[in-house]
Structures are given as C-alpha cells and as structure tokens.
C-alpha cells in the first residue's frame, strides 16, 4: 500500500474527517480569532476613547454618534469590491493588507483634534477594514461545508466577545494607567496601543495563511481531496448567478435587512454599554472596564452554545429569532432598570448573549444559498448593507440622548429593530434552501 493510499484510509468515514476537521480548525481558527479580536478593538475601542476624548475634543454626543457611525460609510462603500478582489489576489495577501492599513488607521486616531478629524480618521478605517469580516467568512467556506459551519463561524465570531471580555478592563487599564505618561491623553495612550497588534498579525497573515486548501502545504495530496470531497456536494447545489442577477435577488436584500435590524442592536451595545454602565452609577473608568467583561463573557459561551445546538439540529431560522428575541428583551430591561447597576448588567448581558448569538447562525443562511463569484459579493453585499446600522445605531442614540437627555428611548428602538429582524427571519429562511 502506497503512502498516499494509507493516508487516504486515515480520513475515511466520519471519523476519520472529524479528525481532519479537528486539524484544520487548530490551524486557521486560533489564528483568525486573533485577528478578529484586534479588529472588533478597533472598531470599537472609540466608546471607552469618548470617556475622555469627548471633553478632551468638544464632541457633543451627536458628534460622537456620526463620528463613530461614520466608519461604516467607508465600510459599506468598499466591502463589495474588498470581497471581489480578495477572489482575484487571494485571501492571504488581502487578509494581511486589510489588517495592516487598519492597524496604521487606527494608531493614527491618537492625532484627532476635533469633529472634523475625528470624522476623517474613523471613515478612513472603515475603508481600511471593509471586506475583513466577509472575506473570512467566504474564507472559511473554501473549508467547511455547510453543516459544521455556524459552531465554526461562531467561534471566530466569539472574537466580538472575548474583544469585549479583555477589551474592557485592558481599555480601562490603558486609560486609567497612562493618562498624561509623554504627554498624551490615556485615550491617545488606548489607540496606539491596541492598534499596534493589528499590523503585527497583518505581517503573521502572510506567513500563516494559505489561499485554499489546494495551497496548504501543511496538508498531504489525500488530505486535501478528502476535504475538496466534503464540499462538492454543496458547491455544485448553490447558486452561481452572474452579479446583475445577485443584485435584483429579493432573497439576498431580505438577508441584508434581517442583518441590518440585528446589527443596529449589536453597536447599540458595542458603543453604547460604557456609558449605560456609567448611566448605573458607576464612575471610575477601570470599573466600567471591568464590568464590560460581564455581558461580552456570557456572550462567548452563549453563542458557541447556540450555534453548535444549530448544527446538530439543522435548523437555522428559529434558533437565529429567538436570538434575537432575546437580546431585545434584555435591551428593554435594562431601560427599565437603568440606575440599578445589579439588574442592568444582568440585562444587559442578556442582551449581548442573545445579540451575539444571531450572527453566526444567520450566516449558515447566504454561505449556503451562493457560490463562486455570487459568494464574494452576496457574502459582501448583506455584510456592507446590515453594517450600515452600524452608522445609523450610534447616530441615533447619540441624537435621542442630545435631544432628551436619556438613552433610554434609543436602547427601546434598537429592541424594536430585533424584534423585527427576529420576526423577518422566519419569512426570509423559508426561501433559502
């Protein structure tokens, strides 16, 4: 027996792909969960920045909403020829390109002097980002079919909610500790140092990667075509439709406003949940820091929970409504109990856990409706257009609460928009295969 044919007996049967399965997540998970971590920290690292940047700079909360929402502008504009051209140059060189030029962004938010930097440097991240987070979800279909993929992409998802577990109190850390070290602000002190990394992975990306499985050299001849063999039943069922046709798809729009009604509540959260913890009474910076960990590690177990629970079972639209459903009833009572500390984290960790746990169950839905070149834009187009929320979420609260004086009747619309999403969701799932 050749040496191919023993290897080749090694990954039959389902066990024997389970184990190569379990090789290939211990090479490109870890790896891209770290990226991910870096990312989310500088998407969202601005919502401890404005604890004091916003006096530092004179941002009104308005100015603080556009110029946090402001980043999926630049987002949306680029994410559709991001995905299309990672398929041309490869996912290893655009993945480490993205990751570079955000990180440089990022360190360059330090220098922002007013509203009209503050717009520039968060719009211009968004360019530099757009096409991340749908690239490794196209990505990680050149690897995993379609039914062990929403436990692998919520693992990598979970990088929102450890980003939230170790971004709080390192944040916290950050600003509290340096503040006035050089003669920089402890918010400057926070861009520069939780930039750095993602232009180290950016750099590891280029070493670590492979474009697809044919690339992997860490992989021999039967490894690869016992994997190439897992996916052909799926790939030669999905659609390859040209991209005018992707573009007048009901279904990929419907898709695209279910992520757009589930992401306006994540960023509520995301820019929002330090200063909702303040709002409780808590005033020290590296305490809110902290107390942030709570929610996004409740988040981590939920969603990994969640969505192994899905592909056990197969389903995807109920798992990914009740999600929904549930971070809206924890957002509504959280409201409710704004100034009791205790029963608001406790909301809103319910809140995260349930938010965080659509993602990547709705992602089994357009990774397994479209392939090919339909796969990078369809992937790209509902990821750009949801992410518009992004913009729309931090801006609206910031307005109600310049106009009130209270977050609560923005945090209420934000449930409104789950229970939306959770409710289309039944609709749209019907018509995905």
Known sequence: MTATSESASGHAGAAGLDRLYRRVSRRLLPFLF?????????????????????ADLALSDTVYGIGAGIFFIGYFLFEVPSNLLMERVGARRWIA??????????????????PASFYALRFLLGVAEAGFFPGVVLYLTYWYPAQRRARIVALFMSGVAVAGVVGGPLSGAIMAGLAGQAGL?????LFLLEGLPSIALGVWTLFWLDDNIRAARWLDDAAKAALEAALAPEAAAKQHLPLSRLFASGTVWLLALVYFLCVMGLYGVSFWLPQLLKNSGVEDVFDIGLLTAIPYGVAAIAMVLAARHSDRSGERRWH?????FAGAAGLTIATAYAHDTVLALAA??????????TFPIFWSLPTALLGGTAAAAGIALVNSV?????????????AIRDATGSTAIGILVLSASLVLGGLLVLVVARRVP
Not at 97 to 114: K, L
Not at 185 to 189: D, I, S
Not at 348 to 357: M, Q
């Open 348 to 357: 809103l960790s319910l809140a995260t856990a349930g938010i965080l746990s």
């Open 185 to 189: 602000h402890g918010w400057q002190w």
């Open 386 to 398: 949801g992410n518009l929320a992004g913009f729309v979420s931090p801006y609206l609260v910031g």
């Open 320 to 324: 990914t409504a009740i999600a929904a």
């Open 97 to 114: 390109r993205i990751m570079i030029s955000w990180g440089v962004v990022s360190v360059a938010t330090m220098f922002a002097t007013g």
């Open 34 to 54: 770290l990226c991910y971590v870096a990312a989310y920290l500088d998407r969202v690292n601005v919502g401890f920045a404005k604890l004091q940047m916003q």
